[in-house]
T-cell receptor, first 112, second 114 residues
Framework: SAVISQKPSRDICQRGTSLTIQCQVDSQVTMMFWYRQQPGQSLTLIATANQGSEATYESGFVIDKFPISRPNLTFSTLTVSNMSPEDSSIYLC?????????FGPGTRLTVL | AQTVTQSQPEMSVQEAETVTLSCTYDTSESNYYLFWYKQPPSRQMILVIRQEAYKQQNATENRFSVNFQKAAKSFSLKISDSQLGDTAMYFCAFMKGSSYKLIFGSGTRLLVRP
């Protein structure tokens, strides 16, 4: 399976600021995804990061709040914009291999 | 819409014993996949086991096996010879065959006692 890394692993941010999370894969993959895991909750898909085109967002998530880039087949970024304490979560990227998904180690974000 | 339900928020098992985690799902799809993921305190999501809906044989990975009851829409995970390192959150997940979207259950926290 692909090896996935994320930066930063954790961060503490002030409300109103933005944070960009990076996801790097050690091989080319077609599909990359971003998930949010709120404290004590399960995972919810934010969007699918498409290479060469705009991301596809799930209901309840918008591009202005969570802009995503996918410049090539091994890298993607998720920005959490204009943060509030409600954005405190673990953010995980994942990649699709045939009929399976593998996850990065996650980024723990705390917004004060 | 598909839903995944895990009715056991927490489970506890003695080391070396066997434990079964429950999962039910609701779908009208005929082609889909089911997964169990493990999330230890390190928060890394680890794929434990996968089941294709079209396969009647239950998937097995070492100490982990599933009981897939398609008609009942049930997908339980059995962990044999439990080890301390099995302590984690376990999430059941569903994926429609033509989609890459994973739908997760609410999770079951498993504690393995020494």
């Amino acid at each position: 399976s692909a090896v996935i890394s994320q930066k930063p692993s954790r961060d503490i941010c002030q409300r109103g600021t933005s944070l960009t999370i990076q996801c790097q894969v050690d091989s080319q993959v077609t599909m990359m995804f971003w998930y949010r895991q709120q404290p004590g909750q399960s995972l919810t898909l934010i969007a699918t990061a498409n290479q060469g085109s705009e991301a596809t967002y799930e209901s309840g998530f918008v591009i202005d709040k969570f802009p995503i880039s996918r410049p090539n087949l091994t890298f993607s970024t998720l920005t959490v914009s204009n943060m509030s304490p409600e954005d405190s979560s673990i953010y995980l990227c994942s990649v699709e291999e045939p009929n399976e998904q593998f996850f990065g180690p996650g980024t723990r974000l705390t917004v004060l | 819409a598909q839903t995944v339900t895990q009715s056991q928020p927490e489970m506890s098992v003695q080391e070396a014993e066997t434990v079964t985690l429950s999962c039910t799902y609701d779908t009208s799809e005929s082609n889909y996949y089911l997964f169990w993921y493990k999330q230890p305190p390190s928060r890394q999501m680890i794929l434990v086991i996968r089941q294709e809906a079209y396969k009647q044989q239950n998937a097995t990975e070492n100490r982990f096996s599933v009981n897939f009851q398609k008609a009942a829409k049930s997908f339980s995970l059995k962990i044999s010879d439990s080890q301390l390192g099995d302590t984690a959150m376990y999430f059941c997940a569903f994926m429609k065959g033509s989609s890459y979207k994973l739908i997760f259950g609410s999770g079951t926290r498993l504690l393995v006692r020494p």
